[in-house]
Structure formats: structure tokens, C-alpha cells
């Protein structure tokens, strides 16, 4: 699978999930635009890594929340690369507090449909028309297996990510005809960095639940997102890829 000359806009892809998702598409020879919203450390050490293997990426930084931010996110990509973005992979998310009802709010709620359904919602519109003036594109939504897990004490993020999966079904009826894909990756439990040292011992009682005995990687998440945005995918749409061992079925 090659990218080669696609541009690929990662949300939030300076640490985590969206780190090695942006490393894998610049393995297969995209320009790759790292996000990141405030550690411009870290965004420069992903780019910097990148650069070290061989790729091509530029470090931006943008609140994807935030409409003129967006606008001005992908008007600088564009410009970096002189050609507009063939692959969007919404990515980025903030702190994920477990909260009771008796403890969320409306705002708690809010707090995660910003990233969930506004973010991609406004990059979307943003670079669907050149998707569709070239009659190719790629959009992948990041859910969760939350959505399938309906986990007790976490509703504002399980709502939140329970939006991705109508958003992705109805974005991909409305842009097929142009060549543009729209799916969705639910990760399981995949530790990076904000959840410090997990090992299978002390995931236990979840690692237990799946059916392929393990924690996620990375990697696992990324070669799903890789092929989605791939030539060889460009078939499946409105569909919701659970990357978690088995640990559920269907969206
Ligand atoms: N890891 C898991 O176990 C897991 C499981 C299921 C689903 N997911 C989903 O996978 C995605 C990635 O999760 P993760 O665990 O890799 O997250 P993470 O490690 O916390 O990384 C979050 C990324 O988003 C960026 N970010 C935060 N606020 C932003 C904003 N307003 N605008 C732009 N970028 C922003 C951060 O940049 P700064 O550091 O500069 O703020 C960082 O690069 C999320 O959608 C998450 O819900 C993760």
C-alpha cells in the first residue's frame, strides 16, 4: 500500500494514537501534517522523526474545536504543500473525565461532542470541496469500542463517540459519488502516554474480556486507519471497523 503524493491531515498526531498513525502514512510516502493544539515539543519530535526515516511532515498548530483556527489549519497545510488535502483522519481529543450522572453536566457532554462531531465536522467542510473537484478523498472518524461497551460512569464520552457512527454512515452516502470515503476505527484499549505504565497484569481484568488476550498497540490502530485511506479500500465506506481483539461486534 503507497500514498505517495497524497496529503494527509492527522488531528492531534504529536503523541498517542494520532503519533503513530501520522508515522505510518509517512512510511507509505504521504505529506504529512502533524497537529497539535499546545506541546509544540512533542509535534516537533514526531516531525523530526519522520524526517529521520525518510518521510515528509510539517508540524501545525491548531484548536480543531475552533472554526477560524480550522479555516486557518488547513488554508497553511494547502499552502505547505501546494495541493490540497486528499486524506483527513479526525484523530484529536482533550482530557475524557468518568463521571456519574449524578456528577456530568450538559457542558461535560459538550466538552466531548466538540471533538467527536465538531471538529470533524468543520474540517470536513473545509476540504470536501477539493475532494471533490479531484473525485477522491479519504475521511476517517476515530470513535471507540466505548460505543459498543456502553461503559457505566463515562456517558459523556460513549454519547459523544456514539455520534461517529451515524455522522460516518451519513457523510458516506452523501460524498460516494465523489470518490470520498467515510469511515470509522473503534480502538480498544490501547495505552499510550496519558495512561503511564499498563501491563497486561494490571489490565487484567480487561485483557480477560477479549478474545485475542491483549492490550491494543498502536500499531494495530494505525494499519486499520493506513488501509482505510489506501487505494485498495477504496470500495468500503459508512463503516464502522472495530480494532480491539474481538472485544465487540458491530457498531
Ligand atoms: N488510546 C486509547 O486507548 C483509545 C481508545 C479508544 C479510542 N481512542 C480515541 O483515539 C483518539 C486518540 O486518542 P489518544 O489516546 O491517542 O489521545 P492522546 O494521547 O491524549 O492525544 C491527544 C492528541 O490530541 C491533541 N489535541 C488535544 N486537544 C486538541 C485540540 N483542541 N486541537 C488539536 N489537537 C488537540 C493533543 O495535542 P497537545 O498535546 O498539543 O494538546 C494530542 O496530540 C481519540 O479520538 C480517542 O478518543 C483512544
Redesign the pocket.
Known amino acids: 500500500m503507497t500514498l505517495t503524493n497524497k496529503v494527509v491531515l492527522v488531528?492531534?498526531?504529536?503523541?498517542?494514537?494520532?503519533?503513530c498513525i501520522a508515522q505510518k502514512f509517512a512510511k507509505m510516502g504521504g505529506k504529512v501534517i502533524v497537529?497539535?493544539?499546545?506541546?509544540?515539543e512533542?509535534?516537533n519530535r514526531v516531525v523530526e522523526e519522520i524526517k529521520n526515516e525518510g518521510g515528509e511532515a510539517i508540524k501545525l498548530?491548531?484548536?480543531?474545536?475552533?472554526e477560524a483556527?480550522v479555516q486557518k489549519l488547513v488554508r497553511n497545510a494547502e499552502h505547505a504543500f501546494s495541493q490540497p488535502i486528499d486524506i483527513l483522519v479526525?484523530?484529536?481529543?482533550?482530557p475524557?473525565p468518568e463521571l456519574s450522572l449524578e456528577e456530568v453536566t450538559w457542558e461535560d457532554y459538550l466538552d466531548q461532542l466538540?471533538?467527536?462531531v465538531k471538529?470533524p465536522l468543520l474540517l470536513t467542510k473545509e476540504v470536501m470541496g477539493s475532494m471533490k473537484e479531484n473525485q477522491w478523498g479519504r475521511i476517517i472518524n476515530?470513535?471507540?469500542?466505548?460505543v459498543g461497551l456502553g461503559n457505566s460512569h463515562f456517558s459523556n464520552?460513549v454519547t459523544a463517540?456514539s455520534s461517529v457512527i451515524g455522522m460516518t454512515r451519513s457523510w458516506a452516502n452523501e460524498l460516494g459519488e465523489y470518490g470520498i470515503t467515510v469511515n470509522a476505527v473503534?480502538?480498544?484499549?490501547?495505552?499510550?502516554?496519558?495512561?503511564g505504565e499498563v501491563t497486561e497484569e494490571s489490565a487484567r481484568d480487561y485483557v480477560d474480556q477479549v478474545p485475542m488476550k491483549r492490550l491494543?498497540k498502536?500499531e494495530d490502530?494505525a494499519s486499520m486507519v493506513a488501509y482505510l485511506a489506501s487505494e485498495e479500500a477504496s470500495f468500503i465506506t459508512g463503516q464502522n471497523m472495530n480494532v480491539n481483539g474481538g472485544n465487540t461486534f458491530g457498531s
Not at 488531528?11 to 503519533?19: E, P, V
Not at 479526525?90 to 482533550?94: D, V
Not at 473503534?186 to 495512561?195: A, D, L, N, S
Open positions: 488531528t492531534g498526531s504529536s503523541k498517542g494514537l494520532g503519533k497537529n497539535y493544539a499546545n506541546n509544540a512533542n509535534a498548530q491548531a484548536d480543531v474545536t475552533d483556527d479526525n484523530n484529536a481529543t482533550g475524557q466538540h471533538f467527536s471538529s476515530i470513535g471507540s469500542e466505548v464520552y463517540k473503534h480502538p480498544g484499549f490501547t495505552p499510550v502516554e496519558r495512561h491494543g498502536p490502530i
